[in-house]
């Protein structure tokens, strides 16, 4: 292959960022005593790519994202663990240099299920993966009534985890996420997390805290273990901002379904627009027009890597 249009630099591998598994860019991020992570809901490549744009340093999967985009479904434990799998790699993909954290439901079966999904992530250098409690067919976890599985069956799949993650010689921050408040009540839910973590999960993810008090009580009862708190739109748990969190002890918030809910307003407003009088009245700003999109994507870095490479795909520009 000629390299003609490359600079000597780039020929010679100079100014390359050396690549570093996404697991343990998450893991120092955690071992902060001043940091916390805050990462928005994301559920796609267009998406993902706003929230880098933006600037975050982290990214969530959210399941239910995913399974409405990917396959028009509620989170009801429909959607499959290779669909999830190709959505969280394909978006850890866009930028290594940025963690994502992906949902990955009960771990989609048995302990060799849950082994499976584990070792699936890892290749797809996600960061991190939260699995659950919850019946193999799940709900959403500010969904009610719940069916949960032994603490025993709970910390197979855990351990099924940690075995993968073990045997694959590669890292990855497992997440042990507990959904037995509402239905077995708060000193069981602390214990099934205290369990996981002797189990080989690396974050405690207690879902469905329903105040500020039971929050604060839910990171002292588990203290040395790192927190998750996950903040739902419409959800039981109170919003929380990112700073109150931090004072609290958690290590990582997550706004779940962040863009969904924003995506399910603006595009409902727009095409409510659309139907009742024929026409989007444009943004003042003229924002959102078909070049930002581009411009989010990165068509002009993929111009630019084109012509490095010789190519003449935007030659004259766009």
Same mark, same amino acid.
């Given at each position: 292959?000629?390299?003609?249009?490359?600079?000597?630099?780039?020929?010679?591998?100079?100014?390359?960022?050396?690549?570093?598994?996404?697991?343990?860019?998450?893991?120092?991020?955690?071992?902060?005593?001043?940091?916390?992570?805050?990462?928005?809901?994301?559920?796609?490549?267009?998406?993902?790519?706003?929230?880098?744009?933006?600037?975050?340093?982290?990214?969530?999967?959210?399941?239910?994202?995913?399974?409405?985009?990917?396959?028009?479904?509620?989170?009801?434990?429909?959607?499959?663990?290779?669909?999830?799998?190709?959505?969280?790699?394909?978006?850890?993909?866009?930028?290594?240099?940025?963690?994502?954290?992906?949902?990955?439901?009960?771990?989609?079966? =048995?302990?060799?299920?849950?082994?499976?999904?584990?070792?699936?992530?890892?290749?797809?250098?996600?960061a991190a993966l939260h699995i659950e409690d919850q019946a193999f067919i799940k709900r959403c976890g500010h969904l009610r009534n719940k069916e949960l599985v032994?603490?025993?069956?709970?910390?197979?799949?855990?351990?099924?985890?940690?075995?993968?993650?073990?045997?694959?010689?590669?890292?990855?921050?497992?997440?042990?996420?507990?959904? =037995?408040?509402?239905?077995?009540?708060?000193?069981?839910?602390?214990?099934?997390?205290?369990?996981?973590?002797?189990?080989?999960?690396?974050?405690?993810?207690?879902?469905?805290?329903?105040?500020?008090?039971?929050?604060?009580?839910?990171?002292?009862?588990?203290?040395?273990?790192?927190?998750?708190?996950?903040?739902?739109?419409?959800?039981?748990?109170?919003?929380? =901002?990112?700073?109150?969190?931090?004072?609290?002890?958690?290590?990582?918030?997550?706004?779940?379904?962040?863009?969904?809910?924003?995506?399910?307003?603006?595009?409902?407003?727009?095409?409510?627009?659309?139907?009742?009088?024929?026409?989007?009245?444009?943004?003042?700003?003229?924002?959102?027009?078909?070049?930002?999109?581009?411009?989010?994507?990165?068509?002009?870095?993929?111009?630019?890597?084109?012509?490095?490479?010789?190519?003449?795909?935007?030659?004259?520009?766009?």
């Open positions: 292959m000629s390299t003609g249009n490359l600079s000597a630099a780039q020929r010679n591998g100079e100014g390359k960022r050396p690549f570093r598994q996404a697991a343990t860019i998450l893991r120092e991020m955690l071992n902060d005593p001043e940091k916390i992570v805050v990462c928005p809901g994301v559920y796609d490549g267009f998406t993902a790519r706003i929230a880098l744009d933006i600037g975050f340093d982290a990214l969530y999967m959210t399941g239910a994202g995913t399974a409405a985009s990917r396959i028009g479904a509620p989170d009801l434990g429909i959607i499959n663990m290779t669909e999830m799998a190709a959505n969280a790699s394909m978006i850890a993909g866009l930028d290594w240099s940025v963690p994502v954290i992906a949902d990955a439901d009960t771990g989609f079966g =048995s302990s060799l299920s849950a082994a499976r999904t584990a070792k699936t992530y890892i290749e797809g250098n996600v032994p603490l025993d069956t709970y910390l197979t799949r855990i351990r099924a985890a940690s075995m993968a993650r073990e045997a694959s010689g590669r890292d990855l921050v497992i997440i042990a996420r507990t959904d =037995s408040l509402q239905s077995l009540g708060f000193d069981e839910a602390i214990r099934r997390l205290k369990a996981a973590h002797e189990a080989g999960a690396d974050v405690a993810f207690f879902e469905g805290l329903v105040s500020k008090e039971q929050a604060r009580e839910a990171v002292k009862a588990l203290a040395p273990i790192p927190c998750l708190l996950n903040i739902v739109h419409g959800g039981v748990t109170p919003v929380i =901002s990112a700073k109150e969190a931090k004072e609290m002890g958690f290590k990582i918030i997550i706004w779940s379904i962040l863009s969904l809910a924003e995506v399910y307003n603006s595009t409902r407003r727009a095409m409510k627009e659309l139907r009742d009088t024929g026409l989007v009245t444009e943004r003042e700003d003229k924002a959102g027009g078909i070049y930002d999109v581009f411009s989010v994507v990165g068509i002009n870095q993929f111009a630019e890597f084109d012509a490095a490479a010789g190519g003449v795909t935007l030659k004259g520009g766009f």
